[in-house]
């Protein structure tokens, strides 16, 4: 239950940091996408993918090394071993970043003509290789930070690259700057939001120490273990650039950029499955490293992540016209369809497919990561080309291939956890979920039909939110996704949290209404999970 609480406390202090950013990250897209127009926003959206998807080979898995280790030996009590592997894992990553910045630069213009298609991109492109080496220590950072637990650090951090962004690479798209403009300011938050975070290592008393004698072995360690971890994510990152890269040779820039800007609405769901998967990874080093019971937490993981992810994937898909119209205006309004269909596409995360990878790499299961991202990144290879170009459906094509190979990997996964950890789903709890976010969808739409057209976007998406989360809190319990001892064990693992305790317990007060007045309560939980 203390892990259960450090875990959930962590997934809320992330979960409101990376609201926050995403907020502001928000307002920055929309005004960039506003200022650059599809066209722009699409060549944005094509300079910063090569650098994105060469990010994902920096480090070789040792950044997932260091979350492990130090959270494994920190709850072991070998504070100082974590320091010093922490340390020495971060200037191998870091040097690696370097390194990997520098050769991307020289090649830029040939990948822009060869693999983008556009040449045109290749000194734009060079500018956002910084991003590999800025993201990179980003990315070194959290991870140290993940490791020790310091959840709300990395939400400021977080939030603080936000607010760089927006006023940086706005201001530089005003002055005339254009597409160079946006990707510096990108870049420059990105550094300033590094330095920010190893200040706070610094100022939380983490006093990262390497040891030149143990640099070696403790880079091989986290390598051994972070080499097939690496492997698995890899294949699923660059899957997801693949698509962008299948879609440069059958799409515009201005569809594209109408593709760009309804994915980047989907950060509201990626915020909870991010903040819910970065808690986890620790929390379940952690319960392997004092041998508890991980298939009883796999089981309440999946259950309450789900609870999260379904409400937001279903409110997207019910209020992509709205949404769109109001945060990009008409001119972005053919959006509204790829936002619909991307949020369906994220349906597999019900099944836990953005928290598996960092359960199994949490109790050291890498090799289960490496087989659910292979399988999944395989198909994605595989049917995008089929869906999108050979059978002719366009950029709908990709984003079905999207679901259809992350729905694979879902249910391959939940074998995998079911093999390795003995650990199982609940289908009927699954479904109940799946019911309770399906009854407010279900009133979205005659609302919207009424509404429509009297009433201005921004006032629409607001009935359409306070409809559906009453319905969904409300369905909870009526359907059975929420018990009393779900109630009990909430109330614990979100104890000590100040106004956001305050919030959750009215929350959880209404809900206990209503489970203690549902006729058929059904069977409760009777074991506590420790």
Request: hydrophobic share 55%; aromatic share 10%.
């Amino acid at each position: 239950m203390d892990i259960a609480k450090q875990s959930t406390s962590g997934s809320i202090a992330l979960f409101v940091g990376n609201f926050a950013s995403t907020l502001v990250l928000a307002v920055s897209g929309i005004v960039i996408a506003r200022l650059l127009g599809p066209s722009g926003y699409g060549a944005y959206a094509l300079a910063l993918l090569l650098p994105n998807t060469l990010l994902n080979f920096v480090g070789l898995g040792v950044g997932a090394g260091i979350t492990r280790y130090a959270a494994r030996n920190i709850a072991t009590g070998e504070e100082s071993a974590a320091r010093r592997m922490a340390f020495n894992g971060l200037v191998f990553v870091l040097g690696f970043g370097c390194g990997m910045t520098i050769l991307t630069y020289f090649a830029m213009p040939w990948l822009s003509e060869v693999v983008l298609q556009r040449p045109e991109l290749a000194s734009v492109g060079q500018i956002a290789t910084l991003a590999i080496v800025s993201q990179t220590l980003v990315q070194t950072i959290t991870s140290a930070l993940l490791g020790w637990n310091a959840m709300r650090s990395i939400g400021v951090m977080n939030l603080a690259q936000a607010v760089l962004k927006l006023a940086l690479a706005s201001a530089l798209v005003l002055l005339g700057f254009g597409v160079e403009g946006a990707i510096l300011g990108l870049v420059v938050s990105q550094v300033g939001a590094g330095v920010l975070g190893a200040l706070t290592l610094y100022f939380l008393g983490v006093s990262l120490r390497g040891n030149v004698a143990f640099f070696l072995s403790d880079v091989k360690t986290m390598l051994r273990f972070g080499v097939v971890h690496f492997a698995g994510t890899m294949l699923q990152s660059f899957s997801f650039q693949y698509v962008t890269i299948v879609m440069a040779s059958i799409a515009s820039d201005t569809v594209i950029g109408f593709y760009t800007s309804g994915s980047n609405v989907l950060a509201a769901v990626s915020v909870a499955s991010t903040a819910i998967a970065q808690s986890l990874f620790p929390a379940f080093a952690a319960l392997e490293g004092v041998k508890a019971d991980t298939s009883m937490a796999f089981r309440f993981a999946l259950k309450y992540n789900g609870m999260i992810v379904a409400p937001i994937i279903f409110f997207l898909f019910g209020a992509a016209g709205p949404t769109v119209r109001f945060l990009y205006g008409q001119q972005y309004a053919p959006a509204a369809v790829y936002l619909a269909l991307l949020a369906l596409s994220n349906i597999p995360l019900l099944l836990g497919h953005g928290i598996v990878s960092n359960v199994f790499s949490g109790v050291g299961k890498v090799r289960q990561t490496f087989y659910f991202n292979l399988l999944n990144s395989g198909l994605q290879f595989l049917l995008a080309p089929l869906l999108g170009i050979w059978l002719g459906l366009g950029v709908p094509g990709l984003i079905y291939s999207i679901l259809l190979s992350n729905l694979a990997g879902s249910i391959f996964s939940l074998y995998l956890a079911k093999s390795a950890m003995g650990a199982t789903a609940d289908p009927r709890m699954l479904l109940a979920v799946l019911v309770a976010s399906m009854i407010p969808l279900s009133l979205m739409f005659p609302i919207q039909a009424v509404l429509l057209p009297s009433i201005q976007s921004e006032y629409l998406i607001l009935i359409d939110f306070v409809t559906f989360a009453a319905v969904y809190l409300t369905a909870m319990p009526l359907v059975g996704v929420l018990q009393s001892d779900d109630i009990r064990v909430l109330r614990m693992a979100t104890a000590g949290l100040g106004s956001v305790s305050k919030i959750l317990e009215k929350v959880l007060a209404y809900e206990s209404k209503l489970i203690a007045r549902r006729p058929f309560r059904g069977a409760e939980q009777s074991k506590e999970p420790r």
